[in-house]
């Protein structure tokens, strides 16, 4: 029987507090070595403050946190030196070129030069980056600067890669191919950790995750299990012009559906069988400006759990 791994991150009634504010509150969470382990949630929940005092840049005001089994108060350098971060904000050296970001941020970590240079040229190809090798940062597009801010926090080959909404502002072809890479990564044994206030990417990328609202931590799960626990197979978007026409279809929903929410621009009907609920509206005689039927997500429990989308 092989021994048990101790987690990687472990958080324990972990707190963070500006003012009378609190952003973080008392959460539990662990990171096993090896998994891709996600914070969804809106914006404002407490995901990036979370990551932050994982990454040893911002105190605990509250709490236990052990990171690759050290103290971040006390080992905070040496946290910092196995750990590969990409920030909400690219913090690129613009004026430099693509490689000249690579071989300065190496040497923050006090690499050798052949192996910062040889460090460079693998993740330049990994990231799709070497024909831009000798390229200005600055007038690079949004997709290609976020490409080489994850290939910067290669450098160091870290044992743990934090990404704080790696793909936000990106297009969808953009936000793909990083999907792409970071599976490459996990494959290599990298653990990862990401925030993210996108159910898709969560659904992508994590293996396990935890929702947070308003700095606590209101589930937690494999996605799959998540979306089994508190939502239903299928659900019916239905839209219609007017509130009044909105209003109207409610009472023969409640006999097909197993829940139903009532939003501003919609109606959301959480059903075993979403046809069985297309053929009802049509039955009663409504007529929607649009009804599609749709697998349920981690949007949807997050709806459930809290009252309000990841968009509010």
């Known amino acids: 029987m092989s021994p048990v791994s101790a987690p990687l991150i472990e958080g324990r009634q972990l707190r963070k507090q500006f003012g009378s ?72 050296d613009t004026e430099l070129s693509v490689f000249d970001n690579l071989l300065i941020y190496g040497r923050y970590f006090d690499m050798p030069r052949p192996l910062i240079r040889e460090r460079a040229n693998e993740l330049l190809d990994f990231m799709h980056l070497t024909d831009r090798r000798d390229d200005l940062v600055d007038p690079l597009s949004g997709g290609m600067k976020r490409r080489l801010t994850i290939a910067r926090a290669l450098v160091n080959q870290p044992e743990v890669l934090l990404l704080d909404e790696p793909t936000t502002g990106l297009d969808p072809q953009a936000r793909h191919h990083l999907w792409e890479r970071f599976y490459q990564l996990k494959r290599t044994g990298v653990t990862i950790v990401l925030t993210t206030h996108y159910m898709d ?63 501003t621009d919609r109606v959301l009907v959480y059903a075993t069988d979403g046809e069985i609920v297309a053929k009802a509206v049509e039955e009663d005689g409504h007529h929607p400006e649009s009804l599609y039927v749709r697998r349920s997500t981690l949007e949807d429990v997050f709806l459930i759990l809290t009252g309000r989308t990841l968009d509010d």
């Open 201 to 263: 990417e969560a659904e992508q990328l994590c293996d396990r995750l935890v929702i947070m609202d308003d700095g606590r931590i209101v589930a937690e799960g494999s996605p799959r299990d998540l979306i089994a626990q508190h939502s239903t197979r299928e659900v019916v978007e239905i839209r219609f012009t007017t509130p009044e026409e909105r209003d109207a279809v409610l009472p023969c929903l409640v006999k097909v559906a197993q829940r139903i929410e009532a939003l």
């Open 21 to 92: 504010f609190v952003a973080v509150d008392d959460i539990d969470f662990q990171v096993e070595p090896g998994e891709a382990f996600g914070f969804l949630g809106p914006n404002g929940a407490g995901k990036t403050s979370t990551m932050r005092m994982i990454a040893c840049v911002s105190p605990l005001s509250g709490g236990t946190l052990r990171v690759l089994g050290m103290d971040p108060k006390a080992d905070g350098p040496a946290i910092r030196a196995r750990l590969g971060v990409v920030p909400q904000e690219d913090s690129l």
